[in-house]
């Protein structure tokens, strides 16, 4: 998900060679992101009642299909030179995205309990340093391929200052996008309807997680009085 951010950083050339105003990638801007400023009081509660995974899913569900949607509207002439409608399904994708954004540490959080309760031990430094690995490479990817995607697919000149739109690779550059938020989506949707803890699960690990922090609290009490009396006894 963070790889598919940083790919969105290729908008610019939709809005300059596309829809022939590079003006509109603030409103491009907008559309993606109002959903999170707007949800964002919001969806604690949400997952509260519903489950942080449900909630995910359910965004994640409708961030698919609105790219589904952005991709079988164009291109074409009519939606290049009227592009509302192009904003308001944008304007879904980014109120399917919000859910897992504004969650995404939560989730985290949730993982390192996991992890402690498979295996006793809790390392949080470990699990945040791969979280935090996993976004740097996705950024990487993104940037990589999405240039490569730009120069070689779209056919898209770097040298070119031309602001407008390019027939063939303003097309091109269309689908590149949208295919690709497409794909990005999809295969996050499938991940979540695998990760498997959604809200009865977590109910479930929290409570073994606090009856084996609970009989690890005894043992310790337990060892430092044997500790005290052997010591004791010693002297």
Request: net charge positive; glycine share 8%; proline share 3%.
């Amino acid at each position: 998900m963070s790889g598919l951010l940083q790919y969105n950083s290729f908008n610019q050339y939709l809005t300059k060679n596309y829809f022939e105003n590079s003006d509109l990638s603030i409103l491009l801007t907008i559309s993606t992101y109002a959903p999170m400023v707007l949800m964002i009081l919001f969806v604690p509660k949400l997952a509260a009642k519903f489950g942080k995974k449900e909630l995910s899913v359910s965004g994640l569900a409708l961030a698919t299909l609105s790219s589904v949607s952005l991709c079988l509207i164009g291109p074409n002439e009519q939606l290049r030179t009227h592009p509302a409608p192009f904003f308001i399904i944008n304007f879904g994708v980014g109120a399917g995205y919000c859910f897992l954004s504004i969650l995404t540490w939560a989730i985290v959080t949730d993982v390192i309990d996991y992890q402690e309760n498979v295996t006793g031990i809790k390392n949080e430094s470990a699990i945040y340093a791969v979280y935090t690995f996993a976004r740097k490479a996705g950024q990487t990817i993104a940037d990589s391929v999405g240039l490569q995607l730009l120069y070689k697919y779209a056919g898209y000149d770097p040298e070119t200052k031309v602001i407008g739109y390019i027939p063939g690779v303003g097309d091109r550059i269309y689908k590149m996008i949208t295919r690709g938020m497409t794909i990005a989506y999809a295969i996050t949707f499938i991940m979540f309807l695998i990760y498997p803890l959604n809200k009865k699960n977590l109910v479930k690990l929290h409570e073994e997680l606090m009856e084996k922090r609970a009989e690890g609290t005894k043992q310790t009490v337990t060892q430092d009085k044997t500790g005290q009396i052997n010591a004791r006894q010693s002297e």
